[in-house]
């Protein structure tokens, strides 16, 4: 039966064909299903000198139990590499600007800036200067990374998808993520200075104080501080109405929101059970899987009986915010100053050298080669000064060189596993200055109920100048004269404080540190007068203060635009003048996701000052620069303006105040109209929909629905305690009293695993979303592993 024999034969082919792809996926979901952590069972290993024993509970938080301190951070290693791995290898590669090696050819450009801070070569300079006990922990660490690494039965998945290998760890590394913070939540490009440069260059001293203040009315300082504002500047000293503008040349001065940070405490006097309360949520962009990893740990020191409860930074072995049982801390970003640009005087005979205090210099040529999966290697050249990386000229043309805090391997060390050890809040306090990290506020509380303030990380003494506009260091009389000494740093202690990236003092050893980069102080404001209704309180008294979305910071901006939609259009959009009417007498004062009228209001304020700013605007495109000018500050001159209107402040492009704020509601409907929005539609939860995703899935859409949390809209802003963007927001939520941590709270986007098949992928998010309090400690054991020594 040839015939049957040839049908037979067609099918059983057809069947092996489409069984081929299917075979081949099951054996690829296989492998990708291997390469998730280890949870149960014994492991050998080597490197450790004694059994680890690692329970996890149904949200994955593994509680960690060694016999000292270099054993448990090869465990943490272990478990950050087994969950973690292709986070922190970005991490590194990040800081070092090698994540075209991974990545490809698109991350070619921020691999060429990030080359240019040579951070490979300050942690190895930062590596030599450490303590042999902390070098020894680092190693022990980058030991557990690679033998966690080792002992997944497939690489993690990122990596079958980039069709790469992972490299291993090195102690090395774990420096270069902790500087990856320095350049996130400091001014790694001299921006500030760039830009009150360029202003300075189109106004008068005088003018340029009231334009960007250094205090606001807002300011909610420790010590009760008000700095005076600056007087209006008259006609003579500052005029817009002169302004040629045939054109609107409005720039949108609504920016992303910036890595900031609550916290705040009570000491003993006011909690109820006589320990203070720390509460601490660390803004920063949100991604999958979050920056923190939670840690339960217990080990030996001695005769001494150590612990942490908290969060950790996947690779490094320094528990970051939390417990230790005696003292609780966590950090918010000080904003102060550690950027400086240096205006570089040139040899007119030679254009490649210029002036220092010790005379004339060649600007140095560096060339690296930079590794790109699939291309050849890019070789970059850059340019280097005795002060630093040259970054480029100013709008006059002036080349520009870049000193930074970070680029100092002095700056940089792991003195943060000291404070581990602190019995005390004074302890702590000291101990604080010495840390080098980027520049924190650090609020730490004790079991016995003290609660305090102060900075960690270096400062630079500046000689000769304020670090507030670029100068020249050329003569030696302007330059950094070393850092500021321990004791020279500010500390408050007392039974309620705060920090919200505000500034905290008006004393000169804080205001000398540059102080003018820090928030308007509304967050603060609320925070304190929160803290303030609070007696005898504990962690969910402290924790309510998460959920505070009240927008009083926008009451006056509501009123205002309540007051130019009564008067009404001078057009024919009548009716949605109407509509919008409506629903800003309506608004509830919060950030609630219903609301219209918080979202109108919001977007009021920023094309008022769009409008307002648009003369200064046009002064700095003039020169030929499109550095960006907005400021934090901008809030004081703008409603200083509309309250007072001046008329030499007065947009030239209209006859009044009342028609430049008939103009900003006309802009606002405008947006709308742009984003296909009625103005019933423009809820706050339609614009803030908060959308966390994997780093692949950005370049690779199709994964989102594997690698990506839901979107949904949540409530809260930027000028309140509830923070909330749409990629931006509370990295972690903690209240913790040591001593005490039974009672304490903590939270965090996504969950404790980076790889998305594993069942804690997603686990604990929804009550981050939600602002539900969940336990600091783990909950009961699910799985049991011990890492044996071999």
Known sequence: MPGKRSWRTVVWSG?????????????????????RAQLDGQRKVSGLSAAVIIDRDSLGIPQIRATNRLDLAYATGFLHAQDRFFQMDLMRRNAAGELSELLGEALLDYDRQMRRHQFRQTARLAWEREPASHQAILEAYAAGVNSGLTALRAKPPEYFVLRQTPRPWTALDSLLVALLMSERLQDSVGYDDRRRELLASVVSSEALQFLDPEGSEWDAALDDSVLKANATPGPDVLQFRTNSLAAATAESWESPLVPGSNSWGVDGSVSARGGAVVANDMHLDLSLPNIWYRVSARWQEGDRRRQFDGVTLPGTPVFVVGSNGEIAWGFTNAT?????????????????????????????????????????????????????????????????????????????????????????????????PTIGMPMQNILVGDRRGALGWTLTGRMPRRVGFDGRVPVSWADGSRRWDGFRQPEEYPVFRGPRLWTANNRISGQSNYLDLGAIHTDVGARARQIRDDLLQLVRTDETGLFSLYRDDRALFLERWQKLLSQTLERGPSGTNGAEWAEM?????????????????????????????????????????????????????????????????PAHLLNPRFASYEALLSTAVDAVLADLKVQNLTVAEATWGQRNTVRIQHPLSRALPKLSSWLDLTPTPLSGDDHMPKVQGVRFGPSERLVVSPGQEEHGILQMPGGQSGHFLSKFYRAGHQAWEEVTPTPLLPGPVEHHLVLMPK
């Not at 060189?401 to 602190?422: D, G, I, Y």
């Open 581 to 645: 009417k409506r629903h800003v007498e309506q608004w509830s004062g919060r950030a609630d996701t219903n609301s219209v009228g918080y979202r109108l209001v919001r977007a009021f304020r920023f094309k008022a000052g769009d409008l307002f700013f648009e003369p200064l605007v046009a002064r700095c495109r003039e020169t030929g620069s499109s550095l960006p000018v907005d400021s934090v500050r901008w809030e004081r001159p703008l409603w200083t303006s509309l309250t007072e209107r």
């Open 336 to 432: 102060l100053d550690s950027t400086d640009v240096i205006l570089l005087e040139l040899d007119p005979a030679n254009p490649q050298r210029y002036r220092t205090p010790e005379g004339w210099r060649e600007l140095e040529t560096v060339q690296e080669e930079i590794a790109i999966a699939g291309a050849p290697p890019y070789r970059l050249k850059y340019q280097r000064t005795v002060w630093g990386p040259v970054i480029g000229t100013n709008h006059l043309g002036t080349l520009q060189a870049l000193r930074w805090v970070a680029h100092l391997p002095e700056a940089l060390n792991v003195q943060l596993l000291e404070l581990e050890r602190a019995n005390t809040t004074d302890e702590a306090l000291r101990l604080a």
């Open 15 to 35: 069947v092996v064909l489409l069984s081929v792809p299917l075979i081949l996926v099951l054996v690829g979901w296989g492998v990708v299903l291997a390469s």
